[in-house]
């Protein structure tokens, strides 16, 4: 077994047994739901609900309901579109490419990075498709056989890049987030007392025996999963910003893209899990697991990818100002100054001056603050695609184009509508899912358990 | 021979086998088993059992239910017997005229399967060759309107005609038997044989030579009463000369929007374009503008002075006073001009200009006061203009109405003199001053008549209304200038119940013809003799009829008209100058005097100048705007109302900035409040604040008070960013740079830098692999700047053709218009640097000049040849054609508007709704409209929601003459291809082509070198190309600009 040093801080605290990390995690499963629980999923329904009327609304109606122009074609759903993708990107960092590095205390928040991430991504897709004109042709988009003829769908578009990258993305996800649940589910399965929870329970563990062998096979499908994910997370993210980079609009067309965007998704994943997990630790009582360490790692990924977003943000203004080109200077200059430097300054003070105070470890280690700025950080996330798009479009080469983009309350609606789905979902799932790996947890209770490292010491 | 011979089907049938017999009687030969498959029934019993009783039940109920489920059968009925001129498919053209009172069109009309769908210019015509406005040719829709009255009305009910004539004739024969009066008000009418038929009907009440009983009175809403007046004063006739653009080097206009409203703008504006096109010898001509209101024919001037309105008439004597003194004449009395933009500069050099051009200039007013005309009459006679640019020998005979008649009509019905009032074509209720009361003088005539075609404010308060046809369902004849005729014809049966006005004055007058026969009368016996070489009417005729037009030039001048120089008295008439705020009621370039008002491809169309669309406004000088009104107007920035009152009228109108407008001066446009968008009138009528002045009308007003009330008003502008930021859009120089300069310093291309970091022209940069364009055709266009006046006619043309769906003002104000075709205006900056050089203050920059130069630009998709929109389709809608056309394939379109974000130009339109049948554009989308919809052009899908469009180069056009030019075996000839937009320019200023073709005119404007693509450096490739822009100046006014900051680092 693999031995730690005794000064690193414990990963699993309270003198928890292998029992208890059973009891633990199941408690939601099994229990009932609190009150608070109930007002939460209340809300986030009927907010899901709201957005899911604005988005029948603009099927009905047509994309005008939006507060899009000729000028300005995307805004918000984009917007959206790109930020929840980037929020799907913790999910599988944490699990596959922390697993690559051995990276223990990844085990108490892969599983809900990884609902997250399948959430997020669930919602990222639905705005590729509202968005089109005609949502019934949407399947148009997919290379299939038809009855046209030579029909077929453009490669050189980079929306169609997009929808391979998506649907592969979150297909990886999906398999890679299942195939870790198998064990838990069958802990679920075995100690479930009802009928119907056992039947289900038992049908979504696949037959797990945990023999052995079973154990082989999973930990070595986890690595081939972990090491197939582990591209995904730089590609997905790369081809979205492909949708901007290659296109001709100044501000849009910058070959930074493909790095910022990813260091920008996996910035904006870890703020949202932060979010996500301090809630959750507290609502179903896993302070024990989510620990302020695992806050501190977090927080530190969240330095380093804000940092390299600043680094982006400032070379991308060296750049416009190095290349002489006239349409990109401004574009990069009414940024910061014109009619939307109030995004822009959102955009900078969210994302690059708010995480800098993680410096001082008392403010990375205080639950509080780190919940603060992972909200920050989720807005000013949302801002800077919000600038991208629509700061890049509504004064782009022709100045009689020039206009300005306002929301409706359908777009409104359609967003806060995705962040309740998003939560309804996400609080289903904490009732019905495991939401610690338990048993991967366990096999790091010995090394990196309080109790055991307290023995240790003795 | 036995003709009973009999066949057999076989050898059993001939032999009666048993077997066959048997079978012969069973349809089937095998045995079907319809029992078993109905039910077990009894072998004998047929009764139905209630097993299958419920199974044919249901299958009825569901048989039943799939056929309601079935679309429902919209049936097209073929013709019983076909016209031979009608095939299904191919448009016929017919020549016709169009003529309201204010403009005038010789016109082709393109009918569809016997529905009129396209208006354009007819080439034949020497009046306005090929040429016309957006008002004309818009008008196509006003004749599908359904507020158009639909039977005649009496005392507002519904009347048939029968009851009407009778009712009619019995009144009028009273008046005529007790020998009252009968007046006819209209606009004027110069058809020989429409005031033939006024005359006829007359004679019924003027039975003795010199009678006035029955008097027809002609009244212009845009009145020329003035010029006429100065014209009888100073030449004894009361007539309108004519111009000629086309031989006029310099022009020179105080306040006479002549490319827009003033006399014949159709006209002028082909000879106009033509002439600021610089020739062989870099020469073009050059164009003085004085005015208050930033009109359109003002904002194309070389040299645009901004005077206060009652300093029109001391801008005329200036500069006659300083023409006079150079060539030893006296000098008249004069004025002072507050001026604040070198107007007194401008007129010398004016002056300067037309001294040297003497004979080849035009001298050119629009103020209705006779005083200044007749100053500005003396000028071109001073120059000798008459004989040369300006004909005395061919009056222009729109303009005809003398307000001293109208002021005389009205007076005459106050005192009750007047017993019947017929009114045609004109709108005095709406139109006339408030002052002169005519609506209660209205009131005082004991029978009124309207003759109107749809409901006007005069209409609706006449006892009869018997409404005329739309001038496409009518026959006429049209006599716009001198000896040259036109004639209209009809290009569709009556929609409603209405009769041509002509028939009916001649019915009540007793006389039971038809107009067309008396028309055909009428030409028999005047204008049979005038043809050459035409013994026989009915040739004669059919030709006429044939090519629209009918044109005698007068062999020789009637002699010299005698000029008797009136300027020194006019002069002493003048009226001083005003210190007071000043308004201008002017005539916007779609709307005009609102005669057609409710058309909704006019109120989409934006003004010219200020791109604001539905609705009328204060245009005030941003400077005078201040921080008290919203300059920067856009969607969420509303307008504020003001109130501006005057003579105990007032009216609340939100505040739009046009700059250019003379500081301390105000204009709101006439022609508002009239027409309708569905219940709502659109903006608000002016017309009565107008007032008399000197027995003339005078829409040019002192002593105006205005007052913000607070209120917010939401306008719709096409356009919320006014400059061009130092960018290359349009391309802009000095004829003197132009002439003096190789192409490099004032048409630079761009040179990109390439991996090796050597500069190369853009054309040798590809990221990818060309399109095979060099082979085949090329379709292209070349759009000349200089030509292009900013008029709009083409863009009311593509909607017109490409069925473009009217959007609304909502829509417009979120920048969702959806024009294929927009003309983009950009003012000039004081802070504009020259391209690339100087400090940027792009803040300063944003803002307009007081005074700025305007530039137009015609905007439609560029046909790249790497079009950007091509690469980021997902689903290849829009692809690239071997022949240079960027297409789209609505059928195909998934919506993503990827391809409108990437298009640099954003050109490309999206279907944000279903405009069709959208509930939000009932009242505007004529596409909407049961009948309006019969203007759609068939061979134009009417897109659907959620696809892209944007302009195709009218690829409908390309087919249809590629195929003609196949039947003929020969290449696509030059100009036998028209674009809508091309054709509604005459190709003046947009000219469409084959640029792989050298016969085509395209191939070598492109080879021009004044030519160049928009954003060439972005490598797109376009198949648009512009000619730069040359200003009849030494120098422009943003290399001006750069010199400043330079000095001051050297000093």
Redesign the interface.
Known sequence: MHKESAIRTPLILDSKTYHQITEDVCAPVEGKANRLWYIAFTISAITALWGLGCITYTIGRGIGVWGLNTTVGWAWDITNFVWWVGIGHAGTLISAVLLLFRQKWRMAINRSAEAMTIFAVIMAALFPGIHMGRIWMAYWVFPLPNTFGSLWVNFNSPLLWDVFAISTYFSVSLVFWYIGLIPDFATIRDRAQRAIPKKIYSILAFGWSGNAKAWIRFEEVSLVLAGLATPLVFSVHSIVSMDFATSVIPGWHTTIFPPYFVAGAIFSGFAMVQTLLLMVRKVVSLEAYITPKHIEYMNIVIIITGSMVGVAYLTELFIAWYSGVEYEQYAFLNRATGPYWWAYWSMMTCNVITPQIFWFKKIRTSLMASFIISIFVNIGMWFERFVIIVTSLHRDFIPSNWSMFHPTFVDIGIFIGTIGIFFTLFLLYSRTFPVLALNELKSILKSSGNNYKSKQNH | MNSSKKYWNSLEQLNNDPEFVKSANNEFSEHIPVDEFVGKQKENGNATSRRDFLKFLGFSITAATLAACEAPVMKSIPYVVKPEEITPGVPNYYASSYYDGNDYGSILVKTREGRPIFIEGNKMSNVTKGRLTARINSSVLSLYDSRRYNAPKVNGEDADWTAIDVDVKSKLNGIAAKGGNVRLLSYSINSPSTLAAIESFGSKFNLEEGSTNFKHVQYDAISYSGMLEANEKDFGKSMIPDYDFSKANVVVSIDADFLSNWLMSSAYLNDYSKKRIPNADKKMSKHYHFEALMSLTGSNADVRGAVKPSELGVVATSLYNKIASSLGESSIKSGSINDDNGVEDKIASAAKDLLSNKGKSIVACGVNDPNIQSIVNAINNLLGNYGNTIDLNNPIKLKNGRDAEVINLISEMKSGKIDGLLVYGCDPSYSLPAELGFNEAMEKVGLTISLDCKPTFTSEKCSYVAPDNNFLESWNDLNPKGNYYSIQQPTINPLYSTRQMQTSLLSWAGNSNDFYDFMRKNWETNMLPLADGMPFFDGFWNQVVHDGIFEIKPTQPEGEVSFTNNASSAAQGLKSSDSGLELVLYASNAIADGSNGENPWLQELPDAVTKVVWDNYIAMNPVDMGSEYEVKT???TPADLAKVLIGGLEVSLPVVASPGQKIGTIGIAIGYGKGKAGKELIGKNVFPMSTVNNGNISRNLSGVTIEKTGEKFPIAST?????????K?VNETSLETYKSKTRETWNESALLVDAFGRKKPIEELNLWNEHPIAQGHRWGMSIDLNACTGCGACVTACHAENNVPVVGKD?VR????MSWMRI???YSSDADPKR?EGKKD??AMENPAAYPEVVY?P?MCQHCNHA?CE??????ATTHSNEGLNQMTYN???????C???C???V???????YVA?EKFVDVNPAQDELMRMVLNPDVTVR?????EKCSMCVQRIQAGKLEAKKKSEPVQNGAIKTACSAACNDNAIVFGDINDEKHTIWSLVKDERSYN??EE?G?KPNIYYQTKVRNVPTPSYEKNIEKPVEEHSA
């Open positions: 856009a969607q969420e356009q919320t960013h006014h400059t061009m930021m130092g960018r859009i829509e979120r920048t969702r218009t983009d205006r950009y690339n792009y803040q630009q905007l950007p690469t980021v389709c997902p689903v290849a195909r379109c998934v919506g993503t508007r990827y409108a974000n990437n640099p130009f954003k490309r339109r999206f279907n944000w709704f279903n959208d659907s929601r959620g696809v892209m928009m954003l972005i797109v």
